[in-house]
């Protein structure tokens, strides 16, 4: 295949947002699309560790190629304010990760606010820019599950059903995407455990539940942390790949694969 531009450069012209993008898994992702040439849009509640790594990554890539907005994706408001934000300065939004989560049993109507209503919440505003029946230019959007969104963890309910939530969300909006003509794809991503802050302490955040932690434990010396950039190549692999919609890509330290679903015809 002829390539006009070198692979680095595959992104050159797309604005990026990426909820989450602070630190973690989010952060890599936002590194990993800038490294791919995408201007990228970081938002996050974590005002000091999302302009770090601005400040950092414009040494880098130069001025206006990344802007941290605070953004609590549990506020339609925020959303709205932060993509007008980015639609006003850069033109246009042509990616969208919904990465922000987070684990705790205990508050467990906030886990449900931030893991999956905060997914629904950034695909529906970033559909008002990116739908090609409304005006925009199309898209994709690939939202962060986890293996814990294909089969149940049990010191986590809560989480475990936010994260089924976000892959059932993903391929029901990829399929009402296609019917309707949007031009925006919707893919998830499921990685297993990966050395984040999300993964610490993990006792103290599952609550009325902390007396299951061996089992998950237990797991996690087995199978072995990812890193979070192996998680980012994975990302951009859905960002990149235009025949991937409706897609759910399992990530393990040992390789990664698209998950198949029963039939429903
Ligand atoms: N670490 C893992 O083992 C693992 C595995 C699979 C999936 N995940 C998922 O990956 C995503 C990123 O998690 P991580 O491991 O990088 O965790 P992390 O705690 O390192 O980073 C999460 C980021 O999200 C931000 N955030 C939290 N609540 C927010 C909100 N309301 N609005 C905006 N930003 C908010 C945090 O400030 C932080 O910067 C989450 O959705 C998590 O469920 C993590
Ligand atoms: C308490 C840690 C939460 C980490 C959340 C993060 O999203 C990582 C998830 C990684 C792996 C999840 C695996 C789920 C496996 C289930 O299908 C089941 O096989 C697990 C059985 C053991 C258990 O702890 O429930």
Same mark, same amino acid.
């Given at each position: ?85 980015? !639609? ?65 963890? !049990? ?111």
């Amino acid at each position: 295949m002829l390539r006009l531009t070198s692979p680095k450069m595959a992104l050159d012209g797309k604005i990026a947002v990426v909820t989450g993008a602070a630190v973690g898994i989010g952060e890599a992702i936002a590194r990993t699309l800038l490294q791919n040439s995408a201007t990228v849009v970081l938002l996050d509640v974590n005002d000091a560790a999302g302009k770090a790594v601005v400040e950092d990554v414009t040494k880098q890539y130069g001025e206006d190629k990344a802007l941290f907005l605070r953004c609590n994706v549990e506020s339609e408001e925020q959303i709205k304010a932060a993509f007008q934000k980015t !639609v006003d300065t850069f033109g246009g939004i042509d990616i969208l990760c919904n990465n922000a989560g987070i684990l705790n049993e205990s508050e467990w109507e906030k886990t449900v606010s931030v893991n999956l209503l905060g997914v629904v919440r950034g695909t529906y505003v970033a559909l008002q820019h990116m739908n090609k029946l409304t005006g925009g230019r199309g898209g994709v959007v690939v939202n962060t599950a986890s293996m814990a969104g294909l089969g149940p963890l !049990v010191s986590c309910p809560v989480y475990t059903a936010t994260k089924h939530g976000v892959v059932g969300f993903t391929r029901a909006m990829a399929a009402a995407s296609a019917v309707s003509g949007y031009g925006v794809r919707c893919n998830a991503i499921c990685p297993h455990f990966v050395q984040t802050d999300l993964i610490t302490n993990i006792k103290s955040k599952l609550g009325q539940f902390s007396h299951l932690d061996d089992a998950t434990n237990q797991m996690m010396e087995n199978t072995g942390l990812l890193t979070v950039s192996e998680v980012a190549e994975s990302v951009l692999e859905l960002v990149m790949d235009e025949t991937k919609n409706g897609d759910v890509l399992m990530i393990l330290k040992q390789g990664k694969q698209y998950i198949t679903f029963p039939s429903m015809q």
